[in-house]
């Protein structure tokens, strides 16, 4: 009477689920049919994600680790490779100067110490061959941009010789509005050779006329955490013994600052040291047995040679003091960060645990016999 073989109490013991249940009891299901899923669903996506994230970080901050660590290592080699040329520089280039203040007052013509109108103007742009290293590829095309514009105010042609990877990829996406005369890319740590090849290039345009006067924009190390962008004119020779930029203002230091890297309770420190030159206080007259004009045909040369080598040297130096400084500054920017999502994960996970001792804590007291 009260049951049925299909039936207790008028409720069928077997109903045909339809579609609806089928949407309504599954988590899949129940993501397609609705746009907004259930704050519980929700919630454990948002612990997947923060937790996605936090692992990304960690990679990233490992990377940024070894190449500053790689940065770290380098730069010492090239900071020494730096301090222990400008002597022979510096010194290469007041002999030069002496012996062709005394070729003009024998009246011997030099043509790379002639001094013309100027017409056109060629810029030697050394960039890094590589990114990830801060500011450095933008502060020497930023300098660059500067001069043409300040070439173009004066009415003045111009041709770049662009060194570098970085500046070989910048200019030839501009190539309708600047002029380029040839892309070098660089070979690692500076060598004569390389420094030859730039310094052949500078000569012939030179020699020819095809230019007027030859710049060299590189960036100077100061320090681990300074450099600055330099124009340094290459030629014709100054009458200054001094490598000064395009607005007469001397590029080189009275003393520099040797950074060494050593351990302290073992993080990386930064000990300075001051090294100062000696400078005579009276410099001596010298008397040249041969031909001022062979001397100087000998001179040029090794001075092109080394001015080159000097500023690739000086910006290799400012390019890894840069990509340390830049993957420190990333290394603390990935630890705030990750700290950050782990509050926020903690914070999810508490709320869905939370969540969960609620449901349970409900599912209890409606299962609770009524009193």
């Known amino acids: 009477m009260f049951s049925s073989s299909n039936s207790v109490f008028g409720v069928p013991l077997n109903p045909k689920p339809s579609l609806y249940l089928r949407t309504q009891t599954h988590p899949c299901h129940q993501l397609l049919s609705s746009s907004k899923p259930r704050p519980g669903f929700q919630v454990r996506c948002n612990i997947r994600r923060i ?15 070894a190449m500053r660590l790689v940065a770290a290592a380098k730069v010492r080699r090239a900071q020494e490779a730096v301090i222990n040329g400008r002597p022979f520089a510096e010194a290469l280039a007041e002999m030069l100067f002496n012996v062709n203040e005394s070729a003009q007052l024998e009246d011997v013509d030099v043509p790379l110490a002639s001094v013309r109108t100027v017409k056109k103007v060629a810029l030697v742009v050394i960039t890094a061959d590589r990114g990830l290293c801060g500011g450095f590829n933008k502060a020497v095309i930023r300098k660059a941009e500067s001069r043409i514009e300040e070439l173009r105010n004066l009415g003045l042609d111009y041709t770049i010789i662009s060194v570098g990877k970085k500046g070989n990829a910048y200019f030839s996406r501009r190539l309708s509005d600047v002029s380029v005369e040839r892309f070098i890319e660089g070979e690692g740590f500076p060598t004569t050779k390389e420094a030859q090849a730039i310094a052949d ?3 012939s345009l030179f020699v020819t006329e095809e230019v007027d006067k030859v710049e060299m924009l590189y960036t100077k190390f100061v320090s681990l955490v300074r450099s600055n962008p330099v124009v340094h ?4 020779l100054s009458p200054k013994g001094k490598a000064f930029d395009a607005n007469g203002n001397c590029v080189d230091a009275l003393e520099d600052e040797l950074f060494r890297l050593t351990t302290k309770e073992g993080k990386l ?7 100062g030159k000696r400078r005579p206080e009276k410099q001596p ?6 031909d001022p004009a062979q001397i100087l045909d000998a001179l040029i040369p090794l001075y092109l040679n080394s001015q080159i080598l000097r500023a690739l040297q000086e910006s290799l130096a400012s390019e890894l003091a840069s990509r340390m400084n830049a993957m420190s500054n990333a290394n603390d920017n990935a630890t705030e960060l ?12 508490q709320a869905k645990i939370t969540g969960e001792l609620l ?3 409900s599912g209890a007291e409606a299962l609770a016999p009524l009193d």
């Open 233 to 236: 004119t290459l030629l014709p």
């Open 269 to 275: 420190t930064v000990l300075r040291e001051k090294v």
């Open 338 to 349: 990750k700290k950050t999502l782990s509050i926020a994960y903690n914070k999810e996970r």
């Open 51 to 65: 937790r996605e994230r936090i692992n990304s970080v960690k990679n990233t901050q490992k990377i940024a680790e």
């Open 285 to 290: 007259n010298l008397q040249f047995e041969q």
């Open 201 to 203: 290039d500078v000569f």
């Open 359 to 361: 449901e349970i804590v």
